[in-house]
T-cell receptor
Framework: NAGVTQTPKFQVLKTGQSMTLQCAQD?????MYWYRQDPGMGLRLIYYSASEGTTDKGEVPNGYNVSRLNKREFSLRLESAAPSQTSVYFC??????????????FGPGTRLLVL | GIQVEQSPPDLILQEGANSTLRCNFSDSVNNLQWFHQNPWGQLINLFY???GTKQNGRLSATTVATERYSLLYISSSQTTDSGVYFC??????????FGKGTKLTVNP
């Protein structure tokens, strides 16, 4: 049981390049999330998916797109990377709202540097 | 939206000491969680505690929902407790709002 996995662990991009961050969970969770963590800012929600086939914006969605590929996988895409998107990105999952526990479980993170 | 304030921002302890971390919310929450981020960056969920008190080993948490705050207690601290502690909450959705964290350093 690997929990929540993320790839890649580290990535360097040039301004304007695109990339997709991958996330998968093997806990049969309904809900999945993407956060970014910047120094002194805590974690901020980018997008989340309450169930397969649905996505919703979080606090900081601009510059990002997401795809809930299936129940296990939730990807985050940067179409045209900007230096302001340099951050550590975390994926998380939970059983789901109203399921008795909204406890969120996090992946190891992806460090992204945009030059 | 909900605002989350954590205090203190930094805390330095000697091994064996006890500590209390506080989290205040600007509005009612019914989903409140505490996390520990270790020095290697991994985030671990400590408690899901929208109300009441829970204990897990040397850690315990209490949430007083009517007064919009939560406390995390660490007893007999160890160097492995070092890291950043985050609280996060939401008021009926899954959109957790995180505080900026309390950085704890436990010295041997």
């Amino acid at each position: 049981n690997a929990g929540v996995t993320q790839t890649p662990k580290f990535q360097v991009l040039k301004t304007g390049q695109s990339m997709t961050l991958q996330c998968a969970q093997d806990m049969n969770h309904n809900s999945m999330y993407w956060y970014r963590q910047d120094p002194g800012m805590g974690l901020r929600l980018i997008y989340y998916s309450a169930s397969e086939g649905t996505t919703d914006k979080g606090e900081v969605p601009n510059g990002y797109n997401v795809s809930r590929l299936n129940k296990r996988e939730f990807s985050l895409r940067l179409e045209s990377a900007a230096p302001s998107q340099t951050s550590v990105y975390f994926c998380a999952s939970s059983v789901g709202l109203g399921q008795g526990s909204e406890t969120q479980y996090f992946g190891p993170g992806t460090r992204l540097l945009v030059l | 939206g909900i605002q989350v304030e954590q205090s203190p921002p930094d805390l330095i302890l000697q091994e064996g000491a006890n500590s209390t971390l506080r989290c205040n919310f600007s509005d009612s929450v019914n989903n409140l969680q505490w996390f520990h981020q270790n020095p290697w960056g991994q985030l671990i969920n400590l408690f899901y505690i929208p109300s009441g008190t829970k204990q897990n080993g040397r850690l315990s948490a209490t949430t007083v929902a009517t007064e919009r705050y939560s406390l995390l207690y660490i007893s007999s601290s160890q160097t492995t407790d070092s890291g950043v502690y985050f609280c996060a909450g939401s008021g009926g959705s899954e959109k957790l709002v995180f505080g900026k964290g309390t950085k704890l350093t436990v010295n041997p």
